[in-house]
């Protein structure tokens, strides 16, 4: 059951702007990795190559599972989502007019999904209780935090092997980030997961971080191999620790 | 003027014939009340579903409404391969909103004058045991020719209803206009989903085509007369909601009915644009609408 994801020398942009120059990450099976860096620096990009939403101009994107190798190049995203990966997206992207359920059941659209839906649907509304009362709900009329949690719960629907979460703070108040991330922690905790996390909230994302990147105007500016030297190095201390 | 054995016949008249109207609209509500395909040449289907229903009951008497069952399959592909070719030369490039209404009124007349060409202009209909029966319950009639069309209506609004909300394909028929880069997300493949969607609304028009000649005979033209009835039912029923089309598609039907009771025939095409013009003025989501 091992995954992994090997990303090396990627290049991509949109048009003539070049977003990402030679960025070399790799996330092994079971651990959570985050990729640290403020607004416009390439994260995002980043997850949409992988999930071939952006296709890279150069570079490899392969993701391992059970030893076989698999060229994520050229692949559609759901042909990604099928293989195993799935995304929570950047402004999470329910649909709105859809209720809570339908979105959730909507998560278990791919074939691997469909016939472990009765279980996963009792995991992760065991995981977000305030989803259970609100199963009826049109999903475009709920607050920020719950969106966040019906888009986190509808991407454990498609029993993914590799998680990846984009930017899970934005727009949430301080409290529910805390919230979100202890969630996410849970979550890997309790499935092994195997999670990349796009985050320009240290403070919060260092708290679920087995090791992590920093990214720098689509470079990548320093590799902490842990919490730990995420924490003592310079750049951080600088640029988002403020001392 | 005004009695009530005539109220009652008009009310029941009504709902008989507003659950035609169902038929009719159905394909619609799928078609543009969920995919936002602006299918102007659906009424157009309905009429070659319906001289389906013609030739196949005159030359071998077989029962009009099973041959619109039958033909259903075959209307799947047949839209499936227009959605293809819409997909193909106008929404991959994004040009559908004006090139794609274009494409689908150059369908309509096509149609229109293949049908002419073939068969000319002449009214054509169906023989059926059950077409010229009624029962009459005190003094309201209920004539087998509309009754057996409300009651196929029926069924099909709940096959649909409960396709739509049941099943994976459903579901993801519901979200794709929603957000087609998240249901790429859920592993889904929307060009897939909607031409599958295409496929059953066009399938549909099949069924609606028999029940269409069942009530009365057909020409090529006259699905022009149901352009502005089915885009009027699926606004008025909030867009792509199958429970809220039904619904609409009666009351279409029972102010139809007493319009042509009580003011007269000739004001009846006009009830659609009045309908569609009050809920555009007054509740642009439809009754049951949820955007």
Redesign the interface.
Same mark, same amino acid.
């Given at each position: 059951m091992a995954s992994k994801l090997a990303i090396e020398d990627l290049e991509a942009g949109y048009g003539a702007v070049r977003v990402l120059h030679g960025v070399s990450i790799s996330v092994e099976d079971g651990e959570s990795v985050v990729l640290l860096g403020s607004n416009g620096n390439g994260k995002s990009t980043l997850l949409k190559c992988v999930?071939g939403?952006v296709p890279p101009s150069a570079g490899k994107i392969h993701f391992e599972r059970d030893g076989e190798r698999i060229d994520l190049a050229g692949k559609?995203?759901?042909e990604i989502? %099928?293989l195993g990966i +799935? @995304?929570v997206?950047e402004g999470r $992207? @329910?649909?709105?007019? *859809?209720s809570v359920e339908?979105n959730l059941? @909507? %998560? +278990?659209?791919?074939s691997a +999904?469909?016939a472990k839906l009765a279980e996963n649907l009792e995991f992760v509304l065991e995981v977000f209780p305030a989803l259970r009362e609100r199963r009826r709900q *049109?999903a475009g009329s709920m607050s920020g935090g719950e969106q966040q949690m019906v888009a986190v719960a $509808? +991407?454990l629907m498609?029993e993914p092997r590799i998680l990846l979460v984009d930017e899970p703070s934005v727009g949430l108040a301080p409290i529910l980030v805390n919230r979100m991330i202890a969630k996410i922690k849970e979550l890997k905790e309790r499935r092994n997961l195997t999670v990349l996390m796009a985050e320009q909230n240290f403070n919060q994302a260092i708290k679920i971080a087995d090791r992590g990147y920093i990214i720098v105007h689509g470079e990548i500016a320093f590799e902490g191999r842990s919490a730990a030297e995420l924490r003592g190095n310079d750049m951080v201390k600088r640029y988002y620790l403020g001392i | 003027m005004f009695s009530a054995d005539l109220l009652a016949n008009a009310v029941v008249a009504g709902i008989l014939l507003g659950g035609f109207y169902a038929a009719v609209a159905i394909g619609l509500a799928i078609v543009f009340g969920q995919l936002d395909i602006v299918n102007i040449a659906h009424p157009a289907f309905i009429i070659v579903g319906a001289y389906i229903a013609y030739i196949l009951n005159s030359r071998f008497g077989f029962d009009p409404v099973l041959v619109g069952l039958l033909a259903a399959p075959a209307f799947f592909v047949v839209g499936a391969l227009i959605y293809r070719v819409y997909f193909l030369a106008f929404e991959r490039t994004g040009q559908e909103s004006l090139s794609g209404l274009a494409f689908f009124f150059g369908v309509m007349f096509i149609i229109e004058v293949v049908l002419i060409l073939i068969y000319g202009v002449d009214y054509r209909l169906v023989q059926a045991d059950y077409i010229g029966q009624s029962w009459r319950i005190g003094f309201v009639d209920f004539p087998f020719r509309m009754l057996v069309p409300f009651a196929v209506a029926t069924a099909l609004t709940a096959v649909i209803y409960t396709f739509m909300s049941h099943t994976f394909m459903g579901r993801a028929i519901q979200a794709v206009a929603q957000d087609r880069l998240a249901l790429q997300l859920m592993g889904a493949d929307p060009v897939r989903i909607k031409q599958w969607a295409f496929g059953l609304g066009i399938a549909t028009a099949a069924i609606a085509g028999s029940l269409l000649i069942v009530i009365g005979p057909v020409e090529p033209s006259v699905g022009r007369l149901y352009i502005g009835r089915a885009f009027a039912i699926v606004v008025l029923g909030g867009m792509g909601s199958i429970s809220g089309m039904f619904i609409a598609a009666l009351i279409l039907g029972i102010v139809e009915s007493m319009v042509s009771t009580f003011a007269g025939p000739s004001w009846s095409p006009a009830v659609a644009f009045g309908l569609l013009a009050l809920t555009l003025a007054l509740r642009p989501a439809g009754l049951f609408g949820r955007r």
């Open positions: 999930m939403i559609s995203p759901q989502v %099928g +799935a @995304l997206p $992207r @329910l649909f709105p007019m *859809l339908e059941l @909507l %998560g +278990a659209y791919r +999904a469909r *049109l $509808r +991407a498609s | -």
